[in-house]
């Protein structure tokens, strides 16, 4: 990588690594498809479905990650991170990586059950985690904004980069 990291890439980049080291990693994109930039992590793990392992598992989410919660709770993974476009009052196509414990039930997002409460209750082992990016439109839409779009590229190249880096999650 061309430039220096920044600590949500230092954070995320610990958290795939560990998968190397009998840990178990999902990620879930959450978004839904006609609302613009609600939809980027979805799109992230749509991207980034066919590189998984066994350390690391990608899900989609969509806009019911409901439906998946329980699918993703009988892996027992140890990490979980939701990918999701939030409200941070940020400029549009920011990422944060922010620990769960760090949010509130009334959370930046759109879905019906918090975050929060889902990995509470179905994830109740694994350490979770919200990879946030903030939107610039959520109105209907089947396209991302240019920002959000660079962003959601950029976290799958570096996703991409980190798992070619590591050997371990090869077979």
């Known amino acids: 990588m061309n430039q220096t990291m920044t600590d949500w890439q230092t954070a995320l980049k610990s958290i795939l690594v560990s998968a ?14 006609l609302r613009g930039d609600d939809q980027v992590g979805s799109l992230i793990a749509k991207s980034l479905n066919k590189s998984g392992s066994g350390a690391i598992e ?39 990586l922010i ?10 997002t759109t879905h019906g059950i918090p975050l929060k409460l889902l990995a509470e209750r179905f994830l109740p082992n694994s350490k979770s ?19 959000v779009n660079n962003a959601a590229r950029s976290i799958v190249e570096f996703i991409k ?11």
């Open 129 to 147: 985690w919200v990879l946030a990016i903030q939107p610039d439109r959520l109105e209907i839409s089947s396209s991302l904004s240019p920002r």
């Open 161 to 171: 980069a980190i798992m070619m880096e590591e050997n371990a999650f090869v077979g």
């Open 20 to 33: 190397a080291n009998d840990s178990r990693v999902v990620l879930i994109g959450i978004g839904h498809p």
């Open 99 to 108: 620990t769960m414990n760090q949010t509130e039930y009334s959370f930046f």
């Open 58 to 96: 990608f899900f989609d989410g969509e806009d019911t990650v409901e439906t998946i919660i329980v699918r993703v709770g009988k892996l027992r993974p140890t990490h979980a991170v939701f990918i999701d476009a939030c409200d941070m009052n940020l400029a549009a196509g920011e990422v944060r």
